[in-house]
């Protein structure tokens, strides 16, 4: 535009600046960014919080603990792969585990609505007993609210979780350093299209499943064998190219990923061409990424595909020092583009 | 994935960009039409491939940004009207009216809906026989067969709560306006492979000998893409100017006859408002006389709303190929996906949304430094 500078913009439409929450608010993408930073960081400002982690850790009596929570809304309650239940226990057990502790104890908190089938709940619950037993954690407390019919939405769950941080690293963006390998946990998209599936009443051909899991054993056992782990990370909202793009910020770093590395399960690649939705931005349950040096990988790797859970981890790039701050993708075609956070949330497009 | 993973293998992509390479001898601009190659190339940095004589430009060919913002007022006015359920694909939701966008509505505790497929609206419209069930159907020739059967089908089965609000577009008369345009830089243009799927392209031969320009009927993956750009280099460069289909997998010279003639009966060719344009003659589809009783701007009182577009607003330009979207100053900084200004910062296939995305300007330079 240098050589146009008498040009005008004058376009019709007011900008954007809402006073009010949309859907996008919720969707883990710049809009959520902009609330954390502009309402809920500075109100409650302290180091725990500003480091953006998915827990806080911090000292109690000489014990290190991790405390995390999170609040579950999902629709619809009850997807092929998992339910609400699933979710609530699986999601803050996996926030402890990117924490790098140990998880023990879990609160649940149960918000009714007024007509919700006894039914539905106990399959919730027994979803979230089965859950926890597999993540070897115990509900410990917990409260229930009854609202309005009309006032909820069936049921909303909340979980909060702590666990114990037995090793001295320091498990965060600001640890990542280049030369770090960036290792993933298996393939990425499944419990977005599931969701997306099942909430909208598209019908493939072949079910696709959530991935929703507990993923703290594989974590533990690198941590346990040594591995000097710098960052972990769940690529839960937003998914693998907005949790990169996160630690690529945080650490002023650049992390460079390479495409033909990541692997997406056929179907939901299908999905994705139909939806035009990139499966780098859909949410997994399951999954989630290491920062790992270099020289460690192939050992991290090792242990990782012992369990189920990372049965198909990976090796699917790099950190270096510049350019700072970003993340570019080595294409299936040979170019390289950058990836940026995702905006609002994935709308399918038109044709 | 079949019918993918071969037209994304780097060493085929990498054979025909050397072919085109070894063809260019001169500057060559050549038009993508259609929003969804815009979103490849950016996305998969095709342009990145290409020698530096041949440019590509970003057409008028995505749904979204072409529709005027009389047509979103008028779908914002109606969506928030008590006991209407609106229904719209999902990209229109961010597009910014005059006021506000259907997102806004939604958030004051209006009934919006994404809709995958025109019928979902009308089986919403069965299982609500109390609402007002409305469907924005907006789109080119690729989506009118698809919504002309909704509009039969309500007609057919009398579903007397459904209605549609018609923002339908043809490629062929918005290629003759840019090729009108005194600032046109179009050598040649790669055609809207799926809307040559629905319509052939028989309707492109005249304007191919008119203008003297190619035109080439082209897929949407990496492959398909460069093989456009080929096949239109190698016309140019021999100084022929015909129509010629890259996308024979999909689309035949007389395209899907049974959709045109539901098209047909359903729609008729009418001016269409379109933004960045202004009025094109006989360039929209709006509903034929005999289904008028199906149209929600009719139904709802809307239908003398109006809302001028800003002649300076520059998502005209980039639409017409005449900028890039880089070129705007305020694109990154005032002008963003959450924040846009106008409708080709929305859509995913939106010139500006897709610069913006996959930050081709800040990719070549992180590129260039290393």
Not at chain 1, 27 to 49: Q, R, S
Not at chain 2, 71 to 100: E, N, W, Y
Not at chain 2, 232 to 260: D, H, M, P, T, W
Not at chain 2, 267 to 279: A, D, I, N, T
């Amino acid at each position: 535009m240098a050589n146009d500078k008498t040009f005008t913009l004058s376009c019709p439409a007011p900008v954007g600046t809402r006073e009010q929450i949309v859907m996008a608010h919720g969707g883990g993408g710049k809009l959520m960014h902009e609330l954390l930073e502009t309402y809920v960081i500075p109100a409650f400002k302290n180091d725990k919080l500003e480091s953006r982690h998915d827990g806080a850790v911090f000292e109690v009596a000489g014990a290190k603990l991790a405390f995390t929570t999170d609040s579950y809304v999902v629709r619809p309650m009850f997807f092929p792969g998992g339910d609400i239940g699933t979710l609530a226990v699986n999601g803050t057990v996996n926030d402890l585990a990117m924490c790098g502790a140990r998880p023990l104890y879990l609160s649940a908190g149960l918000i009714m609505e007024e007509g919700f089938p006894l039914e539905s709940l106990a399959r919730v619950i027994e979803s979230m007993r089965q859950c926890a037993e597999a993540a070897g954690v115990q509900v410990v407390t917990g409260d229930t609210k009854v609202v309005d019919k009309g006032k909820g939405d069936g049921l909303f769950v909340n979980t909060a979780g702590i666990g114990v941080v037995e090793h001295g690293l320091k498990i965060g963006p600001t640890s990542v350093r280049a030369g770090d390998a960036v290792l993933i946990s298996g393939d990425v998209g499944r419990h977005g299209i599931a969701i997306m599936a099942t909430r909208e009443g598209l019908e493939f051909e072949t079910s696709i499943e959530s991935d929703c899991a507990s993923v703290a054993s594989p974590v533990l056992a690198m941590i346990q064998a040594g591995i000097d782990v710098h960052c972990l990370r769940d690529l839960t909202r937003g998914g693998l190219a907005t949790t990169l793009v996160e630690i690529a910020e945080a650490s002023a770093l650049h992390i460079r990923i390479v495409e033909q590395y990541i692997a997406v399960e056929e179907n939901v690649r299908g999905a994705c061409e139909i939806l035009g939705f990139d499966p780098l931005y859909l949410a997994n349950e399951g999954r989630f990424v290491a920062f790992i040096p270099r020289e460690q990988a192939d050992r991290a790797l090792k242990i990782l595909r012992q369990h189920p859970v990372s049965a198909e981890s990976t090796t699917i790039g790099c950190v270096e020092e510049s350019p700072a701050s970003s993340v570019t993708l080595k294409t299936t075609i040979g170019t390289v583009r950058v990836l940026d956070m995702l905006t609002g949330e994935q709308l399918p497009r038109i044709c | 994935m079949k019918f993918v993973d071969e037209y994304r293998d780097s060493e085929a992509v990498e054979k025909v960009a050397a072919a085109i390479r070894a063809l260019v001898t001169r500057p060559w601009s050549i038009m993508e039409v259609c929003g969804g190659q815009t979103h490849a190339i950016m996305k998969f940095g095709i342009d990145e491939l290409l020698p530096k004589q041949v440019t590509l430009l970003h057409g008028p060919g995505c749904p979204v940004c072409v529709t005027p913002v009389e047509l979103i007022d008028k779908g914002t006015q109606i969506a928030a009207m008590p006991g209407v359920i609106f229904c719209s694909f999902g990209d229109m939701l961010r597009v910014p009216g005059t006021q506000h966008d259907l997102l806004r509505v939604k958030a004051n505790g209006g009934d919006v809906r994404i809709v995958y497929s025109p019928m979902d609206a009308l089986k919403i419209a069965k299982e609500n026989p109390s609402k007002q069930v409305v469907f924005f159907a907006v789109g080119f020739e690729t989506t009118a067969p698809a919504n002309a059967m909704a509009v039969h089908q309500a007609k057919q089965q009398r579903i007397a709560n459904f209605s549609v609000l018609v923002s339908h577009v043809l490629v062929p008369p918005a290629l003759e306006a840019v090729l009108d345009s005194p600032d046109c830089l179009v050598n040649a243009f790669l055609a809207a492979g799926h809307v040559c799927t629905i319509m052939g392209y028989e309707e492109y031969f005249p304007i191919a000998s008119k203008y003297r320009v190619p035109i080439v009927v082209t897929g949407f993956e990496p492959l398909d893409i460069l093989q456009g750009v080929y096949m239109c280099v190698k016309q140019l460069e021999e100084g022929r100017f015909e129509v010629e289909n890259q996308y024979a997998r999909s689309v035949r010279r007389e395209g899907n006859i049974a959709a045109q003639h539901l098209v047909a009966k359903v729609f008729r060719v009418v001016p269409r408002k379109w933004r960045g344009f202004g009025e094109i003659p006989q360039s929209g589809l709006g509903l034929h006389p005999d289904y008028s009783d199906l149209d929600a701007e009719e139904r709802f009182g809307v239908s003398d709303y109006r809302a001028e577009e800003d002649p300076e607003c520059m998502s005209g330009v980039i639409l017409r190929g005449v900028k890039k979207p880089n070129e705007c100053p305020a694109f990154g900084t005032r002008c963003t996906p959450e924040h846009p200004l106008g409708a080709t910062m929305v859509s995913n296939e939106g010139a500006c949304a897709a610069y913006y995305r996959y930050r081709r300007h800040e990719a070549k330079a992180l590129i260039s430094d290393k």
